[in-house]
């Protein structure tokens, strides 16, 4: 249901409207909001319609006491201390709650007022014991301004708090009822987890039915702890008076949530949620308590070579990621650096450009990846250059781009909330992208109608309208059976099909089989459920899509990427506020990175390689020749290695030796480099087949800007200082730049981003001065005087002739598929509490805390057929490889069916994985793969090195 902008629109939601129409109004000079004119402390003022009395009180200048009201939440009007008089009424009233209407008198410091709001304060005191959990103790604070003491009344008997969560802290003794965690929790996040229970004076908070905090429901995103006044609900760091509080951005998903960090002593010490357009203040369990990984005693502190005569062994028996000094020694920045050119000036000698790779990183900011890119083609005249794009939504890029012409979504994350339905499939958003998942559930409770489809039952579906839990590997059939519907009855958009697309002919031909009374066995989803939703999509006045790797990592993720921009072209839902496409990004700078042109086909902007006018833009910027040879992906540049063709590397915060899939293969063929340069900062797993080692910088210890998954540049600033020995990316960047013959030299990201703005037309109207001011800026915008464009393709596509180009499917099985040896089907992912390989968060200690050990997930049928228990060591293998990890019961799991996630290295799901790749994307099948499941003997089948890593 879309939003309706009027004057009745409380303020709370007005400040929260997606940021589309927030460009609108001002574009028609904002919310208009008529004034209303009334009395406040005898003094004549003015308002806005729709404020309330504490609102326009705040406005004018008067402080009006309050504890249970906030700004940008719900006004629940309970703690009563923020009465006041308004003449003509007999008792007083909360002025959180009622709005002003004109000529309305209204007095804050009566008598009367007055010695009600000290009343509540004296009484609310007494509730609470003198001890400290909070230096902001708002409570405190407006007893003091309001002259409260010691109470006169009995205290109430303290309730014993619990400590039970390694980070948030239940202190009942300091709860006052506010219910602004309650608020947060249910209304902000949509957890639903904290409620209020009992009544009168026995009346408490509670997790869930009284539940320890640790064993409830809850999914530690702090929400509560930001929103409490009193420190009941706290973190330790609460206590601590920091130094100062660094404006910045979230290292983690592709959401962007903007952050505050709060440093003491160089060090980070808490983390809460900015006010920014992608998060609205909000925080996920990582961005809120994942910070600390970057004090971990494994940052690499110092350059590093490799020891003569130290093997490279493909098993990493002897790896140990405390001490990468069993295999490399310690040496100065400048012989590192110079080793580390040295060896890609002696590839290039020998082999050009074809003979070198590099692997850029999506946790980097744009304009390091903008300087890596710039070395290889610039440097070392090589286009083989990619990074973890190709992993994860490369399948979309290829069908967009081959679709529409474009590889970016068409609208926000918030659009959401403008349109009347929203199909998420292939994402468990509430673990990949948790604060994105918080706009989905406020959009269902706001009249969006969620269809939400995956394998899994995953967590999203219970505040689904419709819930579709469909057979892993089957995703073409499924929505060539809801094209198949929408066609056959009639409900195709046949203007938009006429003016903006070409080829629907061969779509309509394509899904001739595909009837939903056929696909449903395939699908295991009844064919009247198939068409229900297909007819309630295309039906809708605006409608969205949103999709997540569950739909790319196949061998067929471009044809299901095609299909799902099929499903929005031949209905029309593209193009405007509310209707579009939006694949969700994975990590926090994967848009940047790929937009700065860390791709094999593309300078930045996207910007081919096989252009002649592209490449004669880029050397004339740049002032060199370049290859005008397309480059080689992520899969083919690993094909080149083992055929002895590349032999040197770069690689910039990425991990293959983790994140790649059939591990066993991947790690022999980085052990067949014979020059690898890695730039990290910790020593992980493809550190360990390095022969230098660059100690690099974390995100909070350096300045750079970062894209989300809307298309929001954001800037992340420097919070602390960078351990002593280590030095910033870009500094190294140019080290090794100016050692392999680049003369040009930058100072600072600034000076960098001022280059980007002169090549990346979509970048060119956004300035360092604007993201220093207001944080974030939406990209196209294409001069300084232009505004941004938060819904693009609204008149054409940017193909050559405008239109979007509809690509049948044709519905293929995955490559390899279970049988009596290998009957389970097992798929991986993210879980919310770790990324990606775990090299940030398995160094958190909260984070680490809440999953310590690899889960392997299966149903309570499955576990009961083999014989199994929940909670026992089990080995799972595929034709590449066996791990060991516990067995974890998840009902959400159909029969056969098996999920692990693949950030644990002493179980790395990706030993077991297909290394198969989709033809046209080149992204592995990282979600089907055939394996077995059986009980493990007593020592699990793990040796030494790896219980090592597990302890470390």
């Not at 010490?269 to 910070?291: A, M």
């Not at 979309?396 to 349109?419: F, K, M, P, Y």
Request: contains cysteine; hydrophobic residues 40%.
């Amino acid at each position: 249901m879309k939003i309706q902008v009027n004057d009745k629109l409380p303020v709370y939601r007005a400040q929260k409207l997606p940021t589309s129409l927030k460009l609108e109004l001002d574009a028609s000079g904002g919310l208009f909001r008529e004034t209303v004119n009334f009395e406040l402390n005898g003094q004549r003022v003015t308002a806005q319609a729709g404020q309330t009395i504490i609102q326009a009180a705040k406005a004018n200048g008067v402080d009006i006491p309050h504890l249970c009201y906030q700004e940008d939440m719900r006004p629940d009007g309970n703690c009563r201390a923020c009465m006041v008089e308004i003449e003509g009424e007999r008792v007083l009233a909360p002025s959180c709650c009622r709005n002003v209407t004109p000529d309305m008198k209204v007095k804050t410091n009566s008598e009367r007022a007055l010695k009600s709001q000290k009343m509540v304060l004296e009484l609310l005191k007494t509730d609470v014991t003198d001890a400290v959990f909070t230096h902001e103790n708002e409570l405190d604070y407006w007893a003091e301004k309001m002259g409260v003491t010691t109470p006169r009344f009995t205290p109430k008997t303290p309730t014993v708090g619990d400590n039970s969560h390694p980070a948030i802290k239940f202190n009942l003794e300091a709860c006052i009822r506010c219910t602004r965690c309650v608020r947060a929790c249910r209304e902000e996040q949509g957890h639903n987890v904290l409620g209020l229970a009992k009544r009168g004076n026995d009346a408490h908070i509670t997790f869930d039915i009284n539940d320890k905090v640790e064993a409830s429901s809850c999914v530690s995103c702090g929400e509560c702890v930001q929103a409490c006044p009193t420190g009941a609900l706290s973190v330790v760091a609460d206590t601590i008076a920091t130094d100062n509080v660094v404006e910045s951005a979230c290292p983690y998903c592709g959401v962007g949530c903007l952050v505050n960090y709060h440093v003491k002593d160089n060090k980070i010490v808490k983390v809460t949620g900015r006010d920014g357009p992608s998060n609205y203040s909000r925080l996920c369990v990582k961005g809120r308590f994942g910070f600390d990984y970057i004090d971990h005693e494994h940052r690499l502190t110092q350059p590093m070579m490799r020891k003569k005569g130290s093997a490279k062994d493909p098993t990493m028996v002897d790896f140990d990621p405390a001490n990468p000094l069993a295999h490399f020694e310690p040496v100065s920045w400048e012989t590192a650096l110079d080793a580390a050119a040295n060896g890609l000036k002696q590839a290039y000698a020998e082999k050009g450009g074809d003979g070198i790779a590099g692997f850029g990183s999506a946790k980097c900011s744009n304009e390091e990846a903008y300087l890596f890119q710039k070395l290889l083609r610039a440097g070392l005249k090589t286009n083989h250059v990619d990074h973890c794009s190709r992993l994860c939504h490369a399948a979309s890029v290829v069908a967009l781009l081959e679709g529409i012409g474009s590889g970016a979504v068409s609208n926000q994350v918030d659009d959401i909330a403008r349109t009347d339905v929203a199909i998420i499939i292939g994402s468990n958003t509430t673990g990949n992208h948790p604060v994105a998942a918080t706009f989905m559930r406020q959009a269902q409770a706001n009249g969006t109608k969620l269809i939400v489809i995956d394998p899994r039952q995953i967590d999203l579906m219970r505040h689904a309208d419709y819930a579709v839990q469909f057979a892993p590997d089957t995703d073409v059939a499924l929505m060539n059976a809801m094209i198949y519907t929408i066609i056959e009855e009639g409900l195709t958009d046949d203007e938009f099909i006429r003016t903006r697309t070409e080829n629907f002919d061969a779509i309509k031909a394509n899904i001739v089989d595909y009837a939903p009374e056929k696909m449903a066995p395939i699908c295991g989803v009844d064919a009247e459920t198939i068409r229900e939703i297909a007819r309630v999509y295309a039906s809708a006045e605006n409608a969205m899509i949103f999709w997540g790797m569950g739909i790319t990592q196949h061998t067929h993720g471009t044809d299901n990427a095609r299909c799902i921009i099929a499903l929005a072209l031949i209905t029309g839902q593209v193009g405007r506020p509310g209707a579009g496409l939006h694949p969700l990004r994975g990590q926090n700078n994967v848009q940047g990175t790929s937009d700065m042109g860390v791709l094999p086909m593309y300078y930045p902007d996207y910007q081919r390689i096989d252009s002649a006018e592209s490449r004669q833009k880029f050397e004339a910027a740049w002032q060199t020749d370049l290859n005008p040879e397309t480059g080689l992906m992520m899969a083919d540049i690993f094909d080149s290695i083992e055929n002895d063709g590349i032999t040197a590397m770069y690689i910039m915060g990425e991990n293959p030796a983790m994140s790649d899939p059939d591990l066993t293969h991947a790690r022999k063929i980085l052990a067949k480099l014979q020059h690898l340069v890695v730039q990290d900062i910790f020593f992980t797993e493809t550190a360990y087949f390095a022969d230098v080692i660059l100690p690099a910088s974390a995100f909070a210890e350096k300045t750079g800007t970062f894209t989300n998954t809307d298309r929001r540049v954001q800037l992340g600033r420097k919070a602390v200082n960078a351990p002593q020995g280590t030095r910033q990316d870009l500094w190294i960047i140019n080290e090794i730049a100016q050692r392999i013959g680049l003369e040009k030299s930058y100072d600072d990201a600034e000076s960098v981003f001022a280059e980007m703005r002169t090549v990346m037309p979509s970048h060119a109207g956004i300035t360092w001065d604007s993201l220093e001011s207001i944080g974030s800026v939406t990209y196209p915008k294409r001069a300084e005087d232009q505004p941004s464009e938060p819904v693009i393709f609204r008149d054409k596509f940017p193909t050559a002739n405008g239109l979007g180009k509809l690509v049948p499917a044709v519905f293929a099985r995955a490559k390899e598929l279970p049988d009596a040896d290998y009957p389970f089907v097992l798929m991986t992912g993210r879980q919310l509490e770790h990324w990606h390989t775990g090299t940030m968060t398995r160094r958190s200690e909260v984070l680490d805390h809440i999953e310590p050990l690899p889960p392997i997930q299966m149903n309570e049928h499955d576990i009961e057929r083999l014989g199994l228990t929940a909670g026992q060591r089990v080995e799972i293998a595929s034709r590449r490889g066996m791990i060991t990890a516990n067995l974890r019961l998840d009902n959400s799991l159909r029969n056969g069916e098996i999920f692990m996630s693949f950030g644990y290295y002493e179980a790395a799901a990706n030993m077991l994985t297909n290394n198969v790749i989709d033809p046209a994307a080149k992204i592995p099948e990282f979600k089907f793969c055939a394996v077995t499941v059986r009980a493990a003997n007593e020592q699990g089948q793990t040796d030494n090195a790896v219980d090592k890593v597990a302890a470390s």
